[in-house]
């Protein structure tokens, strides 16, 4: 059974920064792809940030410059460091895995509430 567990999630005024977390768990081969979903509301789900084994990122062009997303194989963790965040970033924040475990397959977390106020 893989689990990914998201923290670091809350309420910051514009201007702030947030770091999110995401640990993977459970009987893991090896983690292809890692990274971030946000969802807002009346809007469809859409990537903010991925990072591969290697370490090689992808970030929206929205959050450029302002997210980070970095990674630690050995604790098969994922983070998205979020500053300048702005009202429009507010947003449930999903963390994503592309999972060897009994087969391959794509694993979510359950979601982190991020709000950022004006």
């Known amino acids: 059974q893989v689990q990914l567990v998201e923290s670091g999630g809350g309420l910051v005024q514009a201007g702030g920064s947030l770091r999110l977390s995401c640990v993977a768990s459970g009987s893991i081969f090896s983690i292809n792809v890692m990274g971030w979903h946000r969802q807002a509301p009346g809007k469809q789900r859409e990537l903010v940030a991925a990072?591969?084994?290697?370490?090689?990122?992808n970030l929206a062009a929205s959050v450029k410059g302002r997210f980070t997303i970095s990674r630690d194989n050995a604790k098969n963790t994922v983070y998205l460091q979020m500053n300048s965040l702005e009202p429009e970033d507010t947003a449930v924040y999903y963390c994503?895995?592309?999972?060897?475990?009994?087969?391959?397959?794509?694993?979510w977390g359950q979601g982190t509430q991020v709000t950022v106020s004006s």
């Open positions: 990072i591969s084994s290697g370490g090689v990122t």
């Open positions: 994503y895995a592309h999972i060897w475990a009994m087969g391959a397959a794509d694993y």
